[in-house]
């Protein structure tokens, strides 16, 4: 029985770390024009960037996760295979970072934006 017993919950274990990781990349934050937008909205949208931000991070971090427990359902992976799962991998942790320096940009875009318009406006 107990060589029935391990493997069936090992899969089962693997099984439920899937569902429990299934990583989802969150929603960017809405960021309002600058030129036309008011503080409370440029506060509102800080908040938002950074909440997606973190939100990232979370999700880089379940990937990883997830990647560490299909790497041990894996009976011995080829180098080959490991190369290209690494590859992956780091593919999506360069996506993600850049999605996060170009949303951090936009939003300083707009608080430029905004702090032009209060200058004129003086």
Known sequence: MNKFFRPALGATLILASFTVFACDYP???FIPDGAAASKEELLAAKD???TFLASVDEYLQCVELEEQAALASMD???PE???ERDKSL???FDAANEEKAMVGEQFNQQVRAYN???????
């Open 116 to 122: 032009g318009k209060r200058k004129e406006s003086q």
């Open 76 to 78: 011995e992976p080829t």
């Open 27 to 29: 929603q960017r934050p």
């Open 48 to 50: 938002g960037v950074q």
């Open 90 to 92: 780091n593919r999506k």
């Open 81 to 83: 295979e490991q190369t």
